[in-house]
């Protein structure tokens, strides 16, 4: 009787440890319009506001930033999900501050990603 006991807590326990949530998936969302400083120093951030449109309310969440630098010109890519649970179904405007550091001086082109062909640009010059 005792090892039934001990057997059934073993299987308890291990099916109360198993994660049933699903892997976020990331999505591109595209940048709209992007403000900020247009000089900065070197190694030092230089935060712009990035705003980007989202359709699910509190659920539309903006994730990360990935860049693709060639010279002068950077691309930026902005990556979201949407999670789930009760979301409010307004749509509207949300931003997030990306940060641009280099450690060279000069200008720089930012482009972010707004569609499959086409790019919101901000120049910034790193003294």
């Not at 090892?3 to 969302?29: D, G, R």
């Not at 935060?47 to 659920?59: E, F, I, M, Q, R």
């Not at 179904?89 to 997030?96: E, V």
């Amino acid at each position: 009787m005792r090892h039934l006991f001990l057997c059934l807590l073993v299987v308890l326990a291990i099916s109360c440890n198993k994660n049933n949530e699903s892997p976020i998936i990331l999505s591109t969302w595209p940048i709209t319009k992007v403000e900020g400083p247009a000089t900065g120093s070197i190694n030092q951030p230089v935060a712009l506001t990035v705003y980007w449109p989202y359709s699910s309310g509190s659920c539309d969440v903006l994730d990360k930033f990935s860049e693709l630098r060639q010279g002068s010109f950077v691309t930026i890519k902005a990556f979201g999900h949407s999670a789930g649970g009760v979301c409010t179904a307004d749509a509207g405007i949300k931003t997030k501050i990306y940060h641009f550091v280099s450690a060279s001086p000069g200008t720089f082109e930012l482009r972010f990603r707004s569609s499959d062909s086409s790019f919101i640009t901000h120049t910034v010059t790193i003294n």
